[in-house]
Nanobody, 130 residues
């Protein structure tokens, strides 16, 4: 079965940190660009970060720049999202998505629609609260 599985979410106090993982099963993640997205109740899905297939390009949403870091470990078929200095506004379900990108190995995609023909995980809840 081809799927992405996120993990690492949870409840954390403001100012705390979490590391989310996105593991691919059934396919090799090293042929895919990856995006992280989040959706809070009553809000639209928001692009958080992305990383290109070759790992050379990354991008971040304005609200997380300087606090979040995306990385990938192709040997482990995993992409990570390190989240520092968490704020209550970061509370949301976080999703990873994969888009086959062998034709554009250095491109990074922040729009969720780009991943419509790819794979999405089921999401992991992140709650920032004291």
């Amino acid at each position: 079965q081809l799927q992405l599985v996120e993990s690492g979410g949870g409840l954390v106090q403001p100012g705390g940190s979490l590391r989310l993982s996105c593991v691919a099963s059934g396919f090799a993640l090293d042929r895919y660009a990856i995006g992280w997205f989040r959706q809070a109740p009553g809000k639209e899905r928001e692009g958080v970060s992305c990383i290109s297939m070759n790992g050379g390009s990354t991008n971040y949403g304005d609200s997380v720049k300087g606090r979040f870091t995306i990385s990938r470990d192709n040997d482990k078929n995993t992409v990570y999202l390190r989240m520092n200095s968490l704020e209550p506004e970061d509370t949301a379900i976080y999703y990873c998505a994969a888009r086959r990108s062998t034709a554009l190995p250095a491109m990074c995609f922040m729009s969720s629609r780009v991943y419509d023909n790819g794979y999405w995980g089921q999401g992991t809840q992140v709650t920032v609260s004291s």
